[in-house]
């Protein structure tokens, strides 16, 4: 998990992903909602990192958050994309404006995913000592978190209220 990044270390408890949360079994609201927090904390620490720059890296931090950060956005948009939105669609109750919704969050998903990618190269990067632009990469950490935190808050405060695990079985 990542909440041992703070420290330069990092709990590696799970199997593929090293992340115990991704490599559970069960996947419900409540594990998407443990997924969020672990989305959240991980934002925090790429704001550490924003925060450190220029002079002041936690190389060892910066590896170990490249190295979270796509398996664990991955794994997150795969659930929410094959198992969640399709329930929340063919739930009768669904309002007209939610596809148009969901397909402009599997967009977000697809550009999350590859700036992801970009921001996990620019860590290992900084994290092994490379030269980098720190001011871009800067840029680069706070235009990420800002994005997965909104994302986030929209899912939460629209998307997922008053939705129940029953509710969701039951479609």
């Known amino acids: 998990m990542l909440t041992n990044i703070r420290d330069g270390k990092r709990d590696t408890g799970g199997d593929r992903t090293?992340?115990?949360?991704?490599?559970?079994?069960?996947?419900d609201l409540a594990w998407l909602d443990?997924?969020?927090?672990?989305?959240?904390?991980?934002?925090?620490?790429?704001?550490?990192?924003?925060?450190?720059?220029?002079?002041?890296?936690?190389?060892?931090?910066?590896?170990?958050?490249?190295k979270a950060l796509g398996p664990l956005i991955k794994g997150i948009h795969h659930y929410e994309e094959t198992v969640l939105f399709p329930q929340l669609q063919s739930n009768p109750d669904a309002t007209d404006a939610l596809g148009p919704t969901l397909e402009r969050l599997k967009f977000e998903h697809c550009e999350d995913e590859c700036f992801a990618?970009?921001?996990?190269?620019?860590?290992?990067k900084?994290?092994?000592?490379?030269?980098?632009?720190?001011?871009?990469?800067?840029?680069?950490?706070?235009?990420?978190?800002?994005?997965?935190?909104?994302?986030?808050?929209?899912?939460?405060?629209?998307?997922?209220?008053?939705?129940t695990d029953k509710e969701l079985q039951a479609t």
Do not use: W
């Not at 090293?18 to 996947?27: V, W």
């Not at 959240?40 to 936690?58: G, H, R, Y």
């Not at 990618?117 to 290992?124: C, G, P, S």
């Open 18 to 27: 090293g992340n115990r949360l991704l490599d559970a079994g069960t996947r």
């Open 34 to 66: 443990r997924a969020h927090t672990e989305q959240l904390a991980l934002c925090k620490e790429l704001e550490d990192i924003a925060d450190s720059l220029p002079a002041n890296v936690n190389r060892q931090k910066c590896i170990y958050a490249a």
């Open 117 to 124: 990618e970009e921001l996990t190269d620019a860590l290992l």
């Open 126 to 163: 900084l994290g092994s000592g490379d030269r980098v632009n720190m001011e871009a990469v800067g840029y680069m950490l706070r235009g990420f978190f800002e994005g997965i935190r909104r994302h986030i808050a929209f899912e939460r405060e629209h998307l997922l209220q008053g939705v």
